[in-house]
């Protein structure tokens, strides 16, 4: 008989917050702190009892600016055109925060004074008190200066140090260790990863979690590597919550034979879920061992880190000050700001199901647009190259083009100075990034196809766009294309260089593939590349001029929607052939057979020529060091 779960599954974001305010209580421990060592920092640590001033601040009658202490009778009737003569020993120079003595009742400032001979001449009346600080202005001896529960920031431990108080009270650093597991998973500490045998993965969650716990202001500890191994993850378990306040333990959380994680912390404590309404980070459980918080994540890293802002973040919360802040998310993802943009392509999602969208932006004549990039959940690069992350609420199930979202910003980008481009996909642009950096401006790259670049670019939702489109009627490339989209002659065109496309194979090309008429044939497949672009026009006209019906490719609607994602597919065998350009079979150590040599074009509207990104790409096409890095890539020709 199916054991029923004692315990909430598949649950809400929402839910998430009220188990842990259910089940979870901050930490009692207590450690006293200095408040002058310059060594230890008081910042984002709680207090646990009130602060009281010791002494008064200022602890004297102290001026406020820098003049002279007179008695403020000597002044009456003073003015610039009257100035009052003060004998000497009745006035005493001062500085700004200088013992003022009793005798003097106020402080004349210096801009309103003149001394001649021994005799100082006031231009100014000053009323009693005038420029003079009284004992305890600012704080008084025994006055409430830090409140219990109070979160301290930077100016806390100047103020308690300069009312007289030596220590305060405050609760204990939260202590938190990760358990990395998995049998194919190996230490990068004690391995050499340039040189992982097929199936062994190097262990970098531990990286990205204490990356992700400095900037939260926490610490975390990296215990040694397990394997999948049921008593050896209790054991671990088991040591770690008597040591720590939270204990996070990386992969197991899924139903595969090696997934021990759920069973594990069932039999050692209370279960409080397992899994989320949430992609990705839907495979993360929680539960309560010996009234210690433990929280299993997922093993793939974007669903590390989601799972990360979407549950470890709000534990930690609880754990320091007792409570869930309203806006913990965009805390936990440390975004720099939240903007409104608008979605440059339809996106669909699940209903029912919370998920986290990376993003990139660009800003074109004052409207800031937004794309969604790869959204695997094992995909690490596209965290690095996303400007922002957007959650989208599980009641929405679809995102149409247009649409309205908000990005939580992670980036401080200058959106004004980056020139966006759409296009074909091309390793010679991306290889410009830095260079229009170098000049002021910035590039953001969007590989749609050679024809989406070009009616993005009619549509005003990108600076540029780049092609390679081959019409079937002329033989001629670019032409028809670009003067259906810019009827009114608007755009110039640049011809960067031409590029070998041709049929990439395996090393040894072992099917023995010579010419498009192989793609036929029963033992070979392709993978192609998407509608509109380039490559995939090219395609389609060699296989009219054969007059090979596409139904005939095996693969031919596999897509890849970049030359490295096709030409990958067939260096780890998923595919036999696809349609690419030589530089890509040359950096993957493919076999390549030419086919065509192709003119490349950037197009960009005459309207954008003094966008600054634009004025920088334009000048960063005509560096040397770029241009010598295309040439060694291989199968480019640059035009003079």
Request: aromatic fraction near 8%; charge should be negative.
């Amino acid at each position: 008989m199916a054991l029923v779960a004692k315990y909430k599954e598949h649950i809400s974001l929402k839910e998430v917050a009220s188990i842990l305010k259910e089940n979870l209580t901050p930490l009692s421990k207590r450690v006293r702190l200095s408040t002058t060592d310059t060594n230890s920092s008081l910042v984002g640590k709680v207090l646990m009892e009130d602060v009281y001033a010791e002494r008064n601040i200022p602890h004297y009658p102290a001026s406020a600016v820098d003049g002279y202490a007179i008695c403020s009778s000597d002044t009456s009737y003073a003015n610039p055109a009257s100035p009052v003569e003060i004998p000497e020993g009745k006035f005493l120079w001062v500085n700004t925060g200088a013992f003022v003595p009793e005798r003097f009742d106020a402080v004349v400032m210096v801009e309103d004074t003149s001394v001649e001979g021994d005799s100082l001449y006031v231009f100014n009346a000053v009323s009693k008190g005038a420029n003079i600080r009284p004992i305890g202005e600012d704080v008084s001896k025994g006055r409430i200066i830090g409140r219990k529960g109070e979160l301290l920031t930077p100016f806390h431990k100047a103020l308690f140090a300069a009312a007289g108080v030596e220590e305060v009270e405050v609760r204990a650093p939260i202590k938190t260790c990760f358990i990395p597991t998995g049998n194919e998973i190996v230490d990068i500490r004690e391995t050499n990863t340039k040189q992982l045998a097929p199936g062994k993965v190097p262990e970098t969650n531990s990286l990205l979690l204490s990356e992700l716990f400095q900037t939260w202001g926490f610490h975390l500890d990296v215990l040694p590597l397990i394997p999948d191994d049921p008593e050896l993850l209790k054991g671990s378990i088991k040591q770690a919550v008597e040591e720590y306040d939270l204990v996070l333990v990386g992969a197991g959380t899924a139903k595969g034979k090696r997934d021990y994680s759920a069973e594990v912390l069932a039999e050692q404590g209370k279960m409080l879920f397992r899994w989320l309404r949430m992609k990705p980070g839907r495979p993360v459980m929680m539960a309560v061992v010996k009234d210690k918080p433990v929280i299993a994540l997922p093993g793939f890293p974007v669903s590390t880190l989601v799972a990360s802002w979407t549950v470890v973040f709000p534990t930690l919360q609880i754990l320091k000050r007792g409570d869930i802040s309203e806006s913990y998310l965009s805390e936990a993802v440390k975004t720099a700001k939240q903007v409104k943009t608008e979605l440059a392509e339809h996106y669909s999602t699940r209903q029912g199901i919370s998920e986290w969208l990376r993003v990139q932006c660009g800003e074109v004549n004052g409207k800031t647009y937004s794309w969604v990039t790869s959204s695997g959940a094992s995909s690490m690069m596209p965290l690095t190259e996303a400007d922002g992350f957007s959650l989208v609420g599980e009641e929405v199930l679809e995102l149409p083009k247009g649409s309205s979202i908000e990005v939580w910003v992670v980036k401080e980008n200058d959106w004004i100075n980056r020139a966006v481009y759409q296009g074909s996909n091309d390793p010679g642009i991306e290889h410009l990034v830095g260079y229009v950096r170098d000049r002021g401006g910035d590039l953001i790259i969007r590989s749609v196809g050679s024809l989406g670049g070009v009616t993005a670019l009619a549509r005003g939702e990108c600076h540029m766009a780049a092609c390679h489109l081959l019409d079937p009627k002329t033989g001629e490339y670019n032409t028809s294309y670009i003067k259906r989209f810019d009827i009114n002659d608007e755009w110039d065109r640049i011809l960067l260089y031409r590029r070998l496309q041709g049929l990439i194979v395996k090393k040894g090309n072992p099917k023995r593939i010579v010419d498009v008429a192989d793609l036929t044939r029963e033992d070979v497949v392709v993978v192609n590349r998407q509608p509109g672009s380039g490559t995939r026009v090219l395609l389609d006209y060699l296989l009219s001029q054969t007059e090979i019906d596409p139904k005939q490719i095996r693969g031919y609607d596999n897509i890849a929607v970049t030359h490295f994602d096709a030409a990958s597919k067939v260096a780890y065998g998923n595919a036999d052939v696809v349609v690419g350009i030589k530089a890509v079979a040359d950096a993957l150590d493919l076999d390549f057979i030419p086919l065509v040599e192709e003119p490349f074009e950037v197009i960009i509207p005459r309207a954008f020529l003094d966008h600054p990104g634009v004025k920088a790409f334009r000048d960063a096409i005509t560096d040397k060091v770029w241009k010598e890095t295309i040439i060694k890539l291989g199968g480019y020709k640059l035009e003079q």
